[in-house]
């Protein structure tokens, strides 16, 4: 069975840092394009970065680049978002995703985490 | 940029009715695109992609349509359990993504 279990969040003030983790069993972790999306409170989905199973390459969206850093550590199968200089906007709940297919990035995601909770506030 | 746009924002029906929602880009996407379903406190579901293409596990009332810019999602029979908020997804220009905003149902 699929699972992705995420830790890290939390509450943390404007300028702050965070670091989410996300860990993957029951798949060949290393073969599949993992990423994370968010949902600020009040509003939808919004997906935020995306990484190639090798990890060889990165993806963000224009509203988090050069703030946030996205990697995978496919030895211990697990994801990582670090999020530096977080502002007020970057507040909500954040979801770890698998991509569907291995060996290429789709951003079809069939599986995704229980979600974790930021919160940045003074 | 492409914008997705979901109608109705919400809606509310009865058990046993059939219920639509629509997802319409603003450019075409051809059949590239996915929906999900979210209930509070769990992680989104995937329900299809390719615009037709149903997910193992997800129950048959679900069906979608749709191709280049006007997309539909058909729950047919609806049941107690299908209360959440649905997204449609745009994935053409992976791994540069769009959701729409979201469409609550509710009973």
């Known amino acids: ?122 | 940029d492409v914008q997705m746009t979901q109608s109705p924002s919400s809606l509310s029906a009865s058990v046993g009715d059939r219920v639509t929602i629509t997802c319409r880009a603003s450019q075409d996407i051809s059949n590239y695109l996915a929906w999900y379903q979210h209930k509070p406190g769990k992680g989104p579901k995937l329900l299809m992609y390719a615009a037709s293409t149903l997910q193992p596990g997800v129950p048959s009332r679900f069906s979608g349509s749709g191709s280049g810019t006007d997309f539909t999602l058909t729950i047919n029979s609806l049941q107690p359990e299908d209360v959440a908020t649905y997204y449609c997804q745009k994935y053409n220009s992976a791994p540069w993504i769009i959701f729409g905003q979201g469409t609550r149902l509710d009973i």
């Open chain 1, 1 to 122: 069975e699929v699972q992705l279990l995420q830790s890290g969040g939390g509450l943390v003030q404007p300028g702050g840092s965070l670091r989410l983790s996300c860990g993957g069993s029951g798949f060949t972790f290393s073969s599949h394009s993992m990423g994370w999306v968010r949902r600020p409170p009040g509003r939808g989905l919004e997906w935020v970065s995306a990484i190639t199973g090798s990890g060889g390459r990165t993806f963000y969206s224009n509203s988090i680049k050069g703030r946030f850093t996205i990697s995978r550590d496919n030895s211990e199968n697990t994801l990582y978002l670090q999020m530096d200089s977080l502002r007020g906007e970057d507040t909500g709940e954040y979801f770890c995703v698998k991509d569907i297919w291995d060996r290429e990035i789709t951003m079809i995601f069939d599986h995704w985490g229980q979600g974790t909770l930021v919160t940045v506030s003074s």
